[in-house]
């Protein structure tokens, strides 16, 4: 089990490594409730404002949807060295140069996977135990995000692995002598998604991001949450308004 003690290091952004101004996260800027808590992120720092002032905010409840024949998403992951890491918001596992996905033409290089409880997207106002982002970067900078819905079942193989090798040290990436990771293992076997613009989950909450959610729940067993929510009990930011944004979903 993951213990608290070996817990919370930096990551180079829970969210994502293009915007490194703002990587390690500063732990003590923000936090997900109290005086810090979400609905203060953009008075907190100028930074921060899109938090507030953003339409196009993320995680969102998914309700009315566009249906349509929408690409399919390439999934091309391979195995990765396991390095983990915490930055006392969520855990982190950067992952190896060689994995991505394709979506209308288009590559996208797999940077990083975390996890958020309860999941912060809704489907029709029902939230999940967990989330995965599956975090990626094309060519030109642009983000597109994957997000792995869990629902409570049998034991997941894949976070089995990522809990039984927590990071050692605060602030440290920590990389687990001998153990690859497999992120093709943590798909579901149907492929389905919803796809809307949205924005950055955590400060400094910025737009443009390309967000990608699973129709399809993997499972987790229910000590497999109970050990993440040694760690974080809560760290999911609350549903933002549509501001109008289209919702698509693969038929």
């Known amino acids: 089990m993951i213990q608290r003690k070996t817990i919370v290091a930096a990551l180079l952004s829970t969210a994502l490594l293009p915007l490194l101004a703002h990587a390690e996260h500063a732990a003590h800027e923000w936090d997900y409730d109290g005086a810090k808590g979400p609905a203060k992120w953009a008075s907190l720092k100028k930074d921060y404002s899109s938090c507030g002032l953003g339409h196009q905010q993320s995680p969102i409840d998914i309700r009315a949807t566009t249906k349509g024949k929408l690409e399919p998403i390439a999934f091309d992951y391979k195995p990765s060295a396991l390095k983990e890491i915490d930055n006392g918001h969520t855990i982190q596992i950067n992952y190896a140069a060689g994995s991505g996905i394709t979506v209308d ?9 975390h996890f958020h409880t309860p999941s912060e997207e809704r489907i029709n106002g029902k939230s999940y135990p967990l989330v995965a982002h599956l975090v990626h970067k094309s060519a030109e900078g642009k983000l597109a995000v994957v997000a792995v819905l869990f629902k409570f079942g049998k034991e997941n193989p894949t976070l089995a692995t990522v809990w039984a090798n927590p990071p050692k040290e605060k602030t440290v990436e920590t990389a687990a002598a001998g ?10 076997a149907e492929h389905g998604y919803y796809n809307f613009a949205g924005s950055l989950t955590t400060p400094p909450c910025s737009e443009q991001v390309n967000w990608f959610v699973l129709k399809a729940p993997v499972e987790l ?15 999911a930011r609350p549903v933002q308004a549509l501001h109008g944004r289209i919702v698509k979903e693969s038929t």
């Open 105 to 113: 033409g288009k590559r996208h290089e797999l940077l990083q996977f």
């Open 179 to 188: 153990v690859d990771i497999d992120l093709a293992a943590l798909l579901p």
């Open 221 to 235: 067993s229910a000590a497999q949450l109970k050990q993440f929510h040694t760690l974080y009990k809560h760290n």
